[in-house]
């Protein structure tokens, strides 16, 4: 199925389970696609989940947007169609968003862009999901400062830039990344900044930091974008050998592994299972979604095609 941003870009949209359990929104990362979260979906989708997928815009089966794109973009268009679709669906119950690195990004610059607790979410994963460490030691550092002059000299940028990837990428998209990599702020080019105003929002929230993530999200980055959020329930979990873990997960195994399948995956499923009432939106939240359900009747807003994928 699709839907249509209100920039006029189609997104491909996925769902795996039953209609009639609580939902969660499931997104990938940079150089990826909605296939990386596949496998964590469909385990998800088992144990009672409603779990809804998509490719960003210009990934996957999404269109290519007339216009270069950043973050920004993403959070302000693709998430804000993602959800009020699912808001469609799934009214009163309110969805749960689970991201991977850029994916548990985009809903964090989301939220910071929305009113004082926001509750349109029942709660938040981030798994590697940062862009403002400043604890890596002085040669990846250097890297992001060479990646940065390198990426003006391309719109996209292949994936054999990275190690494990799929889909080309956004040069601006990057080089933002790089630069509030080198600032240690998630800051817009107006000064806006979202570390700052995640200080409003109090919905759960868990995040993961692979112990072996050194150049991409580095623990101290997970932990400086968890510590913004003005939530009581928050919890970050550090997943190496010290802390009991079978490895010192890298970047994208944290999310795709052997290891990952037989105790991440738990423990995602474990959290969501201790939050899942929530789900059921309260009657403030139900009066938000059925204005955005009213918004949503504009053409182009509502999904093209409805048919489940598993």
């Known amino acids: ?3 249509i941003t209100d920039d006029g870009t189609r997104l491909f949209i996925s769902r795996i389970g039953d209609r009639d359990c609580p939902p969660l929104i499931l997104s990938h990362g940079t150089f990826s696609n909605q296939r990386s979260c596949t496998p964590l979906a469909r385990h998800l989708a088992a144990l009672g989940w409603q779990c809804w997928l998509f490719d960003w815009r210009g990934h996957g089966s999404s269109a290519m947007p007339r216009h270069p794109y950043n973050f920004e ?7 804000v169609a993602i959800l009020r679709a ?4 799934c009214a009163p119950q309110r969805p749960f968003w689970l991201g991977h690195s850029g994916g548990g990004l ?4 989301w939220l910071a862009r929305q009113g004082a607790d926001c509750s349109r979410l029942a709660g938040l994963l981030l798994l590697a999901a940062q862009a403002s460490s400043t604890g890596r030691p002085w040669w990846p550092q250097w890297q992001i400062r060479l990646m940065s002059m390198l990426l003006p000299l391309r719109q996209q940028i292949s994936p054999r830039w990275a190690t494990v990837a799929s889909e080309a990428e956004s040069s601006l998209l ?3 990344w790089c630069r509030w990599n080198l600032r240690g702020a998630i800051r817009s080019a107006d000064g806006f900044d979202y570390q700052a105003a995640l200080g409003q929002q109090s919905l759960p929230v868990l995040a993961l930091a692979g112990g072996g993530d050194c150049f991409i999200s580095p623990p101290d980055g997970c932990r400086h974008l968890l510590q913004s959020f003005a939530s009581h329930d928050k919890r970050f979990v550090l997943c190496d050998r010290a802390h009991g873990f079978l490895e010192d997960y890298s970047h994208d ?3 795709l592994s052997k290891n990952a399948k037989n105790e991440i995956w738990p423990l995602l499923a474990n959290w969501l299972e201790q939050h899942a009432a929530l789900s059921r939106a309260p009657a403030q939240a139900a009066a938000r979604q059925h204005q955005a359900g009213e918004q949503a009747t504009r053409p182009g807003s509502r999904l093209l095609s409805n048919f489940d994928s598993g």
Request: proline fraction near 0%; charge should be negative; charged fraction near 25%.
């Open 86 to 89: 699912v808001e469609e669906e």
């Open 73 to 79: 973009t993403i959070a302000g268009q693709d998430v």
């Open 253 to 255: 195994r944290l999310l």
């Open 1 to 3: 199925m699709h839907t």
């Open 174 to 176: 990057l080089r933002q």
């Open 106 to 109: 985009i809903a964090s610059l």
